[in-house]
């Protein structure tokens, strides 16, 4: 017998199951489709986003519909527009076999007097978020005086958003004797404050432990400086050449900046939020399902409509303000059985956030530190030499080979192999070569607050022809240290970096009557990183001093605030001007501007 089957579903909803792929029932859908099938009751589900809420309650919804009354007999509710136009296709899929049934979507942003007619002309389902449905009733366009099932989908993100008010202006204005299902991932206060106040001994149904992260998800952390963040996550989105993710922003405008930012510096991105049109969100998501669209920038609100199979990374690029809403995001991934990534950037003084989501998810987070430049060029590398090994050969180039081999007459294969390979390599190595070990940085931040390190100011800088890199090359040299200078932080006339402290001393006598083609080398500790102390800078130089490019090296000056990292948009793109590719890219390409 059909799993499916069993369950109790007609032959009309099984058709449609099969249609759609179904196989086997989720646990939820196995747990509750019996219990509402058999009995007229309230149900309380607690499942993660992502386990088949939708289908739990679409299946018995159906099944019990009258399709011959034209009379509204069921209202489900949902917090985003996304989410109620998803879940009223997937009914509409649902009841495909079944003649006479209506779905229709109610929301904002759309001709409120065309969601009326539609109603109208007969619809025993309404698929609403609470704000468009209160502007209904409000108008008299809709009667849900007579209904007989209300579906509150998502609970806890509904009352998240502040609808609170709205549900309980709706559900009093629904019968008494209609029974409510409420769908929700986790069960705060408010949500358990509907279920007494408008529910009748309701069944409770709990997939896995309440408030807690599927179980196919692992959970990471990365900390970094604040001001690193955005750095951050580009190393993770290139160490990870085949991502498919969804980047969580707190507001609207970190959002659409963050995917700005993304897009200028070459990825395949783009950002959903409340300020988007309705066409606009459609445009982006369609983008995002058909994979053009790599990583999706998006509020916690916009981002409950969200149903997209196979993202491999949720990123936190900022906790949200409800530590609760950290599990709807992490469930963006790890859906239908497979597994997922959940990871979160913060800053030192968030560190103790990531213990309360602990608390709450039921699972411990791996903290991870920040790939460095050279581990990224190798990852890119291999996936280079992969995408190559996979490539389907294009026989259309036949006619040339023989061109082709003229032209390479006299290389080895080994030389041919580098000089391929080089062609895209040398573009990403030489943005990577010089750039930072973000996790050096925060380390160095926490060393110094525990005094295990030391902040010096050096009164050279840029205009002495340093960089940070060769100015940290020159005091390796000079003090001896190697490694153990880190923090280098060169400004215009003066610069800053750190030791730890067991070598300050020997750091603060080495340069005390210490010159530098003439001139007197000055170093002090110091705890000001901001730039505003004096010192330094004297006459330009011009090369001279050491052979190895300490002073009077590298005098490329970059002004890359913005783009970060110190390379400028024509080096991470290398020769493409027009197209906007990354190295290593794949299919990480700009979407059209339409």
Known sequence: MNKFQALGLNDAILQAVADMGFTEPS????????????????????????????????????????????????????????????????????????RGINAVAVYGGANISEQARQIKRGAQIIVATPGRMMDMMRRKMVDITEISYCILDEADEMLNMGFYEDI??????????????????????????IAKKFMKSPVEITVGTKNTGAENVSHEFYMVNARDRYQALKRLADANPEIFSVVFCRTKRDTQKVAEQLIEDGYNAAAIHGDLSQNQRDLVMKSFRNRQIQMLVATDVAARGIDVDDITHVINYQLPDEIETYTHRSGRTGRAGKTGISIVIVSKSEARKIRQ?????????????????????????????????????????????????????????????????????????????????????????????????????????????????????????????????????????????????????????????????????????TKDTRGSGGGGGGKKRKGGGRKSGGFGGNSDKRSSSKKGEGRNRSERRGSNTSGGKAPFSGKRRRRDRD
């Open 27 to 98: 646990d939820v859908q196995e747990q509750a489709i019996p219990v509402l099938l058999k009995d007229d009751t309230d149900i309380v589900a607690l499942a993660q986003t992502g386990t088949g809420k939708t289908a739990a309650f679409g299946f018995p919804l159906i099944q019990k519909i009258d399709a011959n009354s034209k009379t509204t007999q069921g209202l489900i509710l949902s917090p985003t527009r996304e989410l109620c136009l998803q879940i009223t296709k997937e009914i509409q899929a649902y009841s495909k076999h079944v």
């Open 168 to 193: 309980t202006t709706i559900l009093a204005d629904t019968p008494e004797t209609k029974n409510t299902w409420l769908f929700s991932a986790t069960m705060p206060k408010e949500v358990a404050r």
């Open 357 to 525: 989501v602990e608390k709450i998810i039921n699972k411990k987070f791996i903290q991870k530190e920040i790939p460095t430049g050279m581990e990224i060029c190798e990852v890119q590398l291999m996936h280079l030499a992969n995408d190559i090994k996979n490539t389907k050969i294009n026989h259309e180039i036949d006619p040339y080979l023989f061109s082709i081999n003229e032209v390479l007459e006299g290389l080895s294969r080994e030389e041919i192999v580098k000089k391929v390979f080089s062609v895209e390599f040398t573009r990403f190595f030489n943005y990577y070569k010089k750039t930072k070990d973000l996790n050096t940085e925060v380390n160095a931040q926490i060393k110094e607050e525990s005094g295990d390190s030391t902040r010096y100011f050096i009164n050279v800088g840029a205009k002495d022809n340093f960089d940070w890199m060769t100015l940290k090359d020159f005091l390796k040299d000079l003090t001896g240290l190697g490694d153990g200078i880190y923090r280098v932080d060169c400004k215009d006339s003066f610069s800053f970096f750190n030791t730890d402290t067991e070598h300050k001393d020997t750091v603060i006598a080495l340069f005390e009557d210490f010159k530098l083609q003439g001139r007197d080398i000055h170093v002090e500790v």
